[in-house]
């Protein structure tokens, strides 16, 4: 046995789950920066959501490289069936004690799975560990004309264990501040036991649906930490939608079927319910005001409203 191969048996395995769609010019760099990691315990699950370019080629030439830690799946009969579904069927195939998550467009830094690994080892009882994403538009010259990288704050207390529901409460109150899917990793088990990815969501904010289930059951431990860099792009589903205004209404979808899960789940936690109210009250007010929205979205870029938006928050006091 090798010496790399003594270091991995020793330690326990993270499973990247990595879902693509048509990315054949960003893949590569995702894939790249989970080989680059540190930590060298990992498998990395690339599932194909009904790619019709060369995406799935691209896997195939890095497969071929790590037999052993690479591996390709897909839907049957080549179906698209969205970024929960696919994210699902990692989970499904994944052998890790460990569960994290990469976009196809997102890359990780080389320290991230060696940071979130140790903040498990620190504080074993949590089932979670995040922590929080750079806003990156400097891949691109042409994205770094209109708009400049930034680190997202999480308005929150760092290098800290919440119990639940702290950190559903915190999100709603917040107007949506959470850790992003690319910066949040699980044990594999609590994973499996809350189910959370929903097969069936197919519309904007399915990050939303995740975050709600795994802060209104899982204890979570803050990082003070930057994990991951989140690409932007004015062609992305995100950037078209805020463009155009339909996030407001995409988020309504979110809100319905959290009313329900709530009510699914006995959930009767007054603080989960009274913060759940103010942000639907939030939405409903930003869909009537949605024309200034948009004007606002004109004059201000991304890094100066999230600036805005967070010392909203601390005022307000929220945690």
């Known amino acids: 046995m090798t010496k790399s191969e003594l270091k991995e048996k020793e330690t326990p395995l993270v ?36 790619s019709t370019d060369k995406s799935n080629e691209i896997v195939e030439n890095y497969k ?9 799946f897909s839907h049957l009969k080549n179906q698209n069936k969205g970024a929960s579904a696919s994210r699902n069927l990692g989970v499904a195939r994944a052998k890790g004690e460990y569960l994290t998550f990469l976009d196809s467009d997102d890359v990780y830094y080389p320290y991230t799975l060696e940071k979130e ?8 009882q949590a089932d979670v560990v995040c922590g929080t994403a750079k806003c990156w538009f400097s891949w691109s010259k042409e994205s770094e004309k209109w708009e400049k990288d930034f680190t997202i704050d999480l308005v929150l207390e760092t290098e800290k264990l919440y119990q639940p529901p702290d950190l559903f409460v915190h999100n709603m109150l917040s107007g949506g501040r959470k850790a992003h899917t690319n910066c949040v990793i699980m044990k594999s088990s609590f994973a499996k036991k809350i189910g959370v990815f929903e097969e069936n ?27 991951a860099k989140y690409r932007l792009h004015p062609a992305s589903t995100c950037a ?4 155009n205004g ?16 709530l009510k699914e789940q006995k959930i009767e936690n007054a603080d989960v319910w009274r913060s759940t ?14 024309k200034i929205k948009q004007l ?24």
């Open 277 to 290: 109210r103010n942000f639907q009250r939030k939405i409903r007010f930003e869909i009537k005001i949605r």
């Open 246 to 261: 339909q996030d407001v209404f995409s988020v309504t979808f979110f809100l319905e079927w959290l009313e329900t899960y």
């Open 240 to 243: 078209v939608e805020m463009q």
């Open 15 to 50: 499973s990247v789950i990595v879902p693509f769609f048509n990315r054949e010019f960003f893949l590569a760099d995702s894939i790249k920066s989970v080989i680059a990691q540190t930590y060298e315990n990992w498998e990395l699950l690339l599932v194909n959501d009904g």
């Open 201 to 227: 969501y197919k519309y904007s904010w399915e990050d939303q649906v995740s975050w709600a289930k795994i802060t209104l059951s899982g204890k979570i431990y803050v990082l003070d930490a930057v994990l």
């Open 117 to 124: 690994l140790a903040a498990f080892e620190n504080n074993p």
């Open 64 to 72: 071929q490289k790590y037999p052993s830690k690479i591996h390709l």
């Open 296 to 319: 606002y979205r004109y004059i201000f870029p991304l890094h100066i409203r999230y600036k805005l938006r967070d010392k909203l928050t601390r005022i307000k006091k929220i945690f």
